[in-house]
């Protein structure tokens, strides 16, 4: 009698209780015929305890263990993996036990049938099968022997070149708890992977398979921070947190860099924080990291300097250095001088050494502040101590006498550091050049130029050099390779040869150089293209300059379609170059076009280009340039640029006052009033000014002068009367009344408030100076009521908008509104047409008697 045991996937094997053991021939037979689908894994099986089968199978399993495990590892044997995994979960989960299977199970057959798997390249079926049976307590050791282990290696190495780097962590997080992973692959080559996918989750994978994750935790964050991606940067910190359990410090550091290296400074500062509020105290590398991070802002930087000292956190070397950095970047000599001077004293007392950075730093805060005896005081502070100029000390000291207008004395450093030894770069020779072109000394810079492209130099013996320096007795106590002193250093030759490759900036301070020999500047531009270095923005804008020097407006002008041309955009410095050159050859019309060209090509203008422009005019002849230049007025305000208002406002009143025949006003009390006016901001009166005259063509005139002193309420009226008579000259209408509000009060138990002497400079401007008729009109207005179209304010919509109060139709309102207390002035049509009529009269008469006078003369 035959009992059938049905598996997953409709393996069926036939058993016999009359043969309880089998041969191996009869084994084989019967793997023959067994038949094994391929479907997909599936859950595990389960067998119902209410089946009939379930007592047949808890019964005979046992028994029956044996031929199971030699079944299931022959089909591993075979490479048939996922065959074996469906037996092995099969009979443990039928069976309920997995330990008698496992001891009975063949792993070195297995571990034959794994190996070859992976010679055929079937990895993902390997790490399937490792998963799965890692589940039913089955160490992945035990299925990979030491040639499996080797091809896992070789398969771990090419999944990584093919930037498969998922399959790897798959596998490394079965296999971790059991077998060790270091030597697998390459942690760099898989974060590198996983850093360019911006994968912070598969990297956070990766890490926890490693035993020494906190070291890859700080490479995950570090490579996400040089690639700019501090929000998977972040991901890679918090998950951090979760995995290593206790804070490490190494971490932390690793974080405040990277949020220093993407600008978002502010999260160090909340990282710092969160620490405090943990009760955390950072080491000292962590205050280092955060210090140099916010070195920017130096009185944060030495904040955390003090909590540092209060929460007992000793201070080291970089520490001062980040301080000193701190202080350089301010500009604060004298905080630098006290750092230098605590310092010195702590290394005199032995608990600090100073460094090279530290002697560096100072020296750059006393060449940017152009201190250069100072700064050589330092170097000699540093040879007394025995300590050796680099090569970024000597370009320090080289940039503090260049700063400073010291030529000389910068190539005597220059020749000194050569004599010690030190090889200079391009960017120390670029220091020196520039110092000659910025000192006028333009034929000095070009001889030293050829002398270092062509290597001309001569040769002095280490004899000779040794001489020179052991007859100066101030340095006798010193050692022979710090004795920089050289006799008649003013005619000394370099002593030998040195690399010297000219970059970009040396053709360009070179070009410079040039002046106004734009030819000379082409040719090096030429130069500069046949050594394999590419023109910047920096390089044509050179060349623009050199052209408009000489007057060359069309030279400029071609050379920023040139520029264009040759594939760089032009960029604000190129347009404010070419708009500068054209301001200064007086072709105004040009640079304002080159501004809309510029605007059009969404270049944001910067303060140089609006202050260029707005100072193009000594004076204005015309509307239209007024309207122009209040355009790129407001527009420069609204870009955020603070601006001289004091210039534009007395060219503006220069404009204004034009529209006064009689000279005979006291100039005196008006350059009171200036006087009196020069601190008071004038973009209140720029923006009204601005505002009225960009309606121009309106047929009513409302000027509001509240708020407005004296001065500027009458460059307001004479600006709106400037623009009334320039537009009538072109033929347009006279507009209507012209109301100027003085003074509004919303409060009907309150009479209207105004400025009296304002009022009556404004009535006697209109009156006495003008000739125009003014009536005071004082009135109480309900802003409900329905006013006439014709009234002077046209209606009261008009009225609301101009005074800031919302109307709305009189069915709609309510009756209880308050009333408006309203003062103004009116210059009537009238007199308006009367005084327009009589100033052209006069300006005709003047040009008929000018035509006459010349031609009498001719």
């Known amino acids: 009698m035959r009992d059938l045991l049905i598996l997953r996937y409709s393996f069926s094997v036939v058993v016999s209780h009359n043969q309880p053991h089998l041969s191996k021939p009869k084994l084989k037979s019967s793997l023959t015929n067994l038949s094994i689908s391929s479907a997909p894994p599936s859950p595990l099986p389960t067998v119902d305890s209410r089946s009939p089968l379930h007592s047949t199978v808890s019964r005979d399993c046992k028994l029956r263990l044996p031929y199971y495990a030699d079944l299931a590892s022959n089909l591993a044997r075979d490479g048939r993996l996922h065959d074996f995994a469906v037996i092995v979960e099969s009979v443990i989960v039928s069976c309920g036990t997995a330990s008698d299977l ?29 998963r799965r049976v890692g589940k039913l307590g089955v160490a992945p050791s035990k299925l990979l022997d030491r040639v499996g282990l080797k091809l896992v290696r070789e398969e771990c190495q090419r999944s990584v070149n093919f930037g498969e780097a998922d399959k790897v962590v798959d596998f490394m997080e079965i296999i971790a708890d059991d077998i060790s992973v270091n030597e697998l692959v390459d942690p760099s080559a898989v974060l590198k992977i996983c850093v360019a996918r911006r994968n912070s989750n598969l990297a956070v994978r990766y890490a926890c398979t490693l035993p020494h994750k906190h070291i890859i935790f ?62 955390i105290t950072p080491n000292i590398y962590v205050f280092n990291s955060l210090m140099n991070v916010n070195a920017h802002d130096w009185s944060y930087t030495f904040h955390l300097y003090k909590n540092m000292q209060n929460l007992g956190v000793t201070a080291d070397m970089a520490t001062y250095n980040i301080l000193l950095k701190a202080c350089c970047l301010a500009g604060r000599v004298d905080l630098a001088q006290d750092i230098y001077r605590d310092v010195k004293r702590m290394e005199s007392s032995g608990s600090l050494k100073l460094d090279i950075f530290t002697y560096s730093t100072v020296i750059k805060v006393f060449a940017d502040a152009k201190l250069w005896q100072m700064a050589l005081q330092v170097k000699e502070d540093m040879l007394t101590a025995g300590a050796a100029p680099n090569l970024y000390t000597w370009s320090a000291l080289i940039s503090a006498c260049a700063n400073a207008g010291r030529v000389d004395r910068a190539i005597q450093l220059f020749e000194e550091m050569l004599l010690a030894g030190c090889e200079p770069n391009s960017q120390c020779c670029n220091i020196l050049l520039h110092a000659c072109v910025e000192a006028c000394q333009y034929d000095r810079a070009f001889r030293l130029f050829k002398a270092w492209k062509g290597s001309e130099f001569q040769h002095i013996t280490a004899e000779d050099y040794k001489d020179s320096t052991e007859s100066s007795s101030s340095r006798a106590h010193l050692p022979k390779h710090c004795r920089t002193n050289v006799p008649n250093s003013n005619h000394l030759s370099f002593i030998r040869r040195f690399p010297f490759k000219p970059t970009s900036t040396t053709y360009n301070i070179l070009m410079k150089a040039c002046g106004t020999d734009y030819c000379r500047a082409t040719a090096l531009m030429d130069e500069m293209k046949t050594a394999g270095l ?29 520029m264009r041309t040759a594939g760089i955009e032009p960029d604000v ?18 640079a304002f076009s080159l501004f809309e060209e510029m605007k059009g090509y969404r270049i944001q203008p910067n303060l140089v280009t609006y202050n260029t422009l707005l100072r193009a005019r000594s004076r204005y002849g015309s509307l239209k340039e007024v309207q122009q230049c209040l355009a790129i007025y407001q527009d420069m305000r609204k870009a955020g640029f603070k601006s001289n208002d004091y210039y534009l406002k007395e060219l503006i009143e220069e404009w204004c006052e034009g529209v006064i025949q009689d000279n005979n006003r006291n100039q005196g009390e008006l350059a009171s009033c200036k006087i009196t006016n020069l601190r008071r901001s004038h973009g209140v009166l720029l923006e009204s000014v601005a505002a009225h005259l960009q309606k121009s063509n309106s047929k009513s005139v409302m000027v509001d002068i509240q708020g407005l002193t004296k001065v500027e309420a009458r460059i307001l009226v004479l600006a709106v009367l400037r623009m009334i008579k320039e537009n009538y000259s072109q033929g347009n209408l006279v507009p209507d009344d012209i109301w100027i509000i003085i003074g509004i009060n919303n409060v009907a138990a309150e009479p209207a408030r105004y400025d009296t002497e304002v009022k009556e400079e404004i009535s006697k401007l209109l009156r006495n100076e003008l000739g125009l008729e003014v009536l005071l009109s004082g009135s109480r207005i309900a802003v409900d009521e329905q006013m006439d179209m014709q009234s002077p304010l046209d209606s009261d919509q008009k009225l609301g908008e101009m005074l800031g109060v919302k109307t709305f139709p009189a069915e709609l309102e309510s009756s209880s509104r308050r009333p408006i207390d309203l003062l103004r002035l009116k210059v009537t049509k009238k007199s308006l047409y009367r005084w327009l009529q009589k100033r052209q009269k006069g300006m005709s008469l003047h040009y008929r008697f000018k035509k006459g006078l010349s031609t009498f003369r001719a």
């Not at 570090?222 to 206790?246: I, P, R």
């Not at 910047?536 to 379609?561: C, F, M, N, P």
């Not at 410095?573 to 040009?590: D, S």
Request: some cysteine; proline content about 1%; overall charge neutral.
């Open 102 to 130: 496992l001891s009975a199970l063949n792993f070195e057959l297995v571990a034959k049938g794994v190996s070859q798997n992976l010679r055929d390249g079937k990895f993902d079926s390997v790490i399937d099968v490792l």
């Open 218 to 279: 700080c490479s995950i964050i570090s490579e996400f921070g040089k690639k700019g991606d501090l929000v998977s940067a972040l991901t890679a910190f918090e998950a951090s947190k979760e995995n290593l359990g206790t804070p490490n410090m190494y971490v932390f550091r690793s974080i405040i860099d990277t949020c220093g290296l993407c600008g978002d400074f502010m999260r160090a500062r909340c990282i710092y924080q969160d620490l405090i509020k943990q009760k």
């Open 573 to 590: 410095v190129a347009y404010t170059t070419t708009i500068k050159v054209c301001v200064e050859n007086k072709n105004l019309n040009q």
């Open 534 to 562: 590419s023109p910047s923005h920096r390089t044509w804008t050179i060349l623009i300059g050199s052209h408009g020097s000489l007057g060359d407006v069309e030279g400029a002008l071609q050379i920023l379609k040139n």
